[in-house]
Nanobody
Framework: QVHLLESGGGLVQAGGSLRLSCAAS????????MGWFRQAPGKEREFVAG????????YYAESVKGRFTISRDNAKNTLYLQMNSLKPEDTAVYYC???????????????????WGQGTQVSVSS
């Protein structure tokens, strides 16, 4: 099983930026589509962004499109999420996750991911 560890969260003012990183424990990381999710207090975990294992095709939730950028460095077994123009409603715990499927498309459902990091808190003040 791939182990994932997020870092880079913190407290930032509205309009600011943060870059999250997710380090994977195994090289098999490069064979899987990856995603970022977030969960705010009292809400369900939701899809934020995803990236294919090859080719780098990316997918975003409408709420973050144009502000967030997902990327990956397979040589470093690392996934990133660059977050710009942050808003208070972006406040949540952010998780990286590995799709349970080889190849195929990038799923957006929580149940389609089988490895999760422990999460990193992002707080945006107004």
């Amino acid at each position: 099983q791939v182990h994932l560890l997020e870092s880079g969260g913190g407290l930032v003012q509205a309009g600011g930026s943060l870059r999250l990183s997710c380090a994977a424990s195994e090289r098999t990381f490069r064979n899987y589509n990856m995603g970022w999710f977030r969960q705010a207090p009292g809400k369900e975990r939701e899809f934020v962004a995803g990236i294919r294992w090859i080719g780098g095709t990316t997918y975003y939730a409408e709420s973050v499109k144009g502000r967030f950028t997902i990327s990956r460095d397979n040589a470093k077994n690392t996934l990133y999420l660059q977050m710009n123009s942050l808003k208070p409603e972006d406040t949540a715990v952010y998780y990286c996750a590995k799709s349970r499927y080889l190849g195929s498309g990038v799923p957006k459902n929580v149940d389609d991911y089988d490895s999760w990091g422990q999460g990193t808190q992002v707080s945006v003040s107004s």
